[in-house]
């Protein structure tokens, strides 16, 4: 959707952030609509907005709400840092967006501002309460577990589903070939270690699913890097500048910049056709293949 963001977290983006692409470079509302139209004759039924930062997007409200609008389209969810919400949950929810996942990698203020390279953890837990406030079907919170940065952390940000019906979920970190320490690299299995009273309670897509005792939400995990979950993959990302790919740690793309409805069609059974039936093991020797940091995919 775009590759601009108001955060520069240390692990996605460059410090200096991203050159703004031409205008003739990106991929128009009109596109999106299109290809969300493509997407959905072919039988897919959720959408999730995410980038570099949706909530930057001037017309992140239209592209929502049309969006939601095209027949077959069940679900749109958009994936976020957060900082925009305080002033788009409501109108976000008013437009047929049902569902939020929020980025937020430490509740305390000093390592917010360290590894966003922003102090803004106000703004962003502002925007969580608004999104509860307004009343989507499911807020996520999304943490990337980074070593010797927020695993002392767990417990107080699992803590938080005791105090709000959210789902908490623990992601590992990928090695995306941006240069960011992968030393910091820590397994899923902490989260247990740390948590010995959380009970399993099920599986949600591609996270482990635990309660704390007495909580309003989950607790989630999601094990990218050691237990890969190539075979429940059933996604296709399509890039700011209009390239869809198969596997999101693989190089191949294909574009659909400047196609009609019937050519995104056939480039989208071909991206389908080319899933891989599983990408390479993933370490810091050998980092993701994709090409790409996730601000220029879409995580
Ligand atoms: N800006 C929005 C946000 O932060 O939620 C949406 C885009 S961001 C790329 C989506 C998610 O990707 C965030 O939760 C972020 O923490 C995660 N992410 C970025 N780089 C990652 C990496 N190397 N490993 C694991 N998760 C990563
Ligand atoms: Fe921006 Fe999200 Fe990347 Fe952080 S993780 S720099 S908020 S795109």
Redesign the pocket.
Known sequence: MTEL?D?R?R??MPKEGVCKKRGDEIFTEEEMVTAVEAAASLGVRKVRI?????LVKPNILSICRRSAAVPGIQEVCV???GLGLSGLAEPLRGVGVRRI???L?TLEREKYAYMTRRDRLNDALRGLEAALEAGFEKVKV?T?LIGGFNDDEIPALAALTLRYPIDMRF??????G?G?EQRAYLPCGVVLERLPMLEPVGQSGTARLYRLPGALGNVGLIS?VSAHFCAECNRLRLTADGKLKPCLHGGEEFSIKGLDRAGMEAQMRRAVLAKPECHAPLSSARPSQSGR???R???
């Open positions: 963001c955060l977290c692990y996605c995410t980038g570099g930062e949706p994936t976020t840092n996942n929020l980025s990698d999304n990337v992601i590992e970190l990928m090695p995306m941006g960011f990218p940091a996730m601000y995919i879409g995580g």
